[in-house]
């Protein structure tokens, strides 16, 4: 213990002293006792620190314990440290919350599985973007025989985010035409989503007021007059299975949650639900156009839900590795329920409706971009109106996966 305690006060010394007093000083004189020797790395229980002249143990300090094998185990413990995988066997769960993650993988099993020649995963949980939104309304009246209009609004630029996690997504974009001039924001838009390899849902919700009128009755010539007197609501909620879901994925193509390495197609099958709130006031109609309205009533609304049973064909084209094209067409049949306030009164009415998309698609590692293109229609008719009426978007986003 001695001449431990003397070799740390002769090292302390030689450390004190001037650099270059034994710069001149050949290595090969210096004593074997002097020389500084490596520390030996100990497995053990706890830390021991060597003199490094002596080789002998000179501090001897706790090791510092790692996260034992319950710990491993804990649910909790592994969620905070960034360590969680729901489908680790070894996991301990909380009873209840161990039934719904015996639920989740089995949902991911049977729903999101997929063959990885044709569809892959980008191996990142988050995604985020940025969306360039055009959108624009458009509605055919006829009131037969007196009367048909077109209607259709100007496409308007709207700004959005979009933040998706795993299957789930959200998409909120504002009115920038109007927020840049200071006008009322007349247009608002919402989704929703939810996206796997089996099965996708699409919530949304539209609001919009004004239009263009483009054709009115009698009147003979090219018109683009500004009308007032429409106003639009819309919410409703898309749900497709996809029955080649294990080949082809729409993910890929929409929401950027999948890579499709080969060309492939599928049929799918599904439900909508929407509401439909449109009125019509031609107490609003511009002056010019007041002698071609032959009509007895000055305000129709259109108020009803709509239930359709959806049946299509997507198409997935790898262009090359790093690009894909997509096209999606899903008409649909049901019948619409109409509201008491809406035009033909508590009614029900034969509904079609029909949804179309297009998309091409960027992929470059985590980050991503693609253009998009969506028709969503809807008819209604009663026994004297007919209305069809869509919603037309043009979207150009980019984003990170992370």
Request: glycine share 10%; net charge positive; hydrophobic share 30%.
């Given at each position: 213990m001695h001449r431990a305690r003397l070799n740390l006060i002769l090292l302390f010394i030689l450390m004190m002293?001037?650099?270059?007093?034994?710069?001149?000083?050949?290595?090969?004189?210096i004593p074997d006792e002097l020389r500084w020797q490596p520390l030996e790395i100990v497995e053990a229980s706890e830390v021991v620190v060597l003199d490094s002249l002596s080789g002998e143990p000179l501090v001897h300090a706790d090791v510092i314990p790692g996260p034992s094998e319950e710990e491993n185990q804990n649910w909790w413990y592994l969620f905070k440290k960034g360590k969680l995988k729901m489908d680790d066997p070894n996991v301990k769960w909380p009873k209840f919350l161990g039934f719904c993650v015996k639920i989740y993988n089995w949902g991911d099993?049977?729903?999101?599985?997929?063959?990885?020649?044709?569809?892959?995963?980008?191996?990142?949980?988050?995604?985020?973007r940025i969306i360039n939104d055009n959108w624009a309304n458009s509605y055919y009246m006829k009131i037969n025989p007196q009367f048909n209009s077109i209607m259709s609004t100007p496409f308007h630029v709207l700004l959005g985010v979009s933040l998706q996690y795993m299957a789930v997504s959200y998409t909120y974009s504002l009115d920038m035409t109007h927020m840049l001039t200071g006008s009322p924001i007349n247009y608002k838009k919402q989704e929703f989503g939810f996206n796997c390899a089996r099965f996708s849902a699409d919530g949304y919700y539209?609001?919009?007021?004004?239009?263009?009128?483009?054709?009115?009755?009698?009147?003979?010539?090219?018109?683009?007059?500004?009308?007032?007197?429409?106003?639009?609501?819309?919410?409703?909620?898309?749900?497709?299975?996809f029955f080649n879901g294990y080949k082809y994925s729409?993910?890929?193509?929409?929401?950027?949650?999948?890579?499709?390495?080969?060309?492939q197609g599928c049929w799918m099958a599904g439900i909508a639900y929407c509401n439909q709130n449109i009125s019509f006031d031609f107490k609003d109609l511009p002056a010019k156009l007041e002698p071609y309205l032959k009509l007895q009533e000055l305000y129709y609304k259109f108020h009803y839900n709509d239930y359709n049973v959806l049946v299509g064909y997507g198409y997935n084209c790898v262009l090359s590795p790093h690009w894909l094209y997509n096209i999606t067409v899903i008409p649909g049949v049901g019948f619409n329920h109409c509201y008491a306030d809406s035009e033909a009164g508590s009614a029900k009415l034969l509904s079609l409706s029909g949804?179309?998309?297009?998309?091409f698609t960027f992929n470059s590692g985590n980050w991503f971009a693609g253009l998009q293109g969506r028709v969503r229609g809807h008819w209604y008719q009663s026994k004297r109106i007919s209305l069809f009426n869509a919603v037309e978007t043009i979207t150009l986003s980019g984003g990170i996966r992370f």
């Open positions: 002293m001037p650099r270059g007093l034994f710069a001149n000083v050949a290595t090969d004189t099993r049977v729903f999101s599985s997929t063959d990885h020649d044709y569809v892959d995963g980008t191996g990142k949980k988050w995604r985020a539209y609001s919009s007021q004004g239009c263009n009128i483009r054709t009115f009755g009698d009147y003979k010539g090219h018109l683009r007059e500004p009308f007032s007197g429409v106003d639009m609501t819309t919410f409703g909620i898309d749900a497709y299975y729409q993910g890929a193509a929409y929401n950027f949650s999948k890579i499709q390495k080969k060309s949804r179309a998309m297009t998309s």
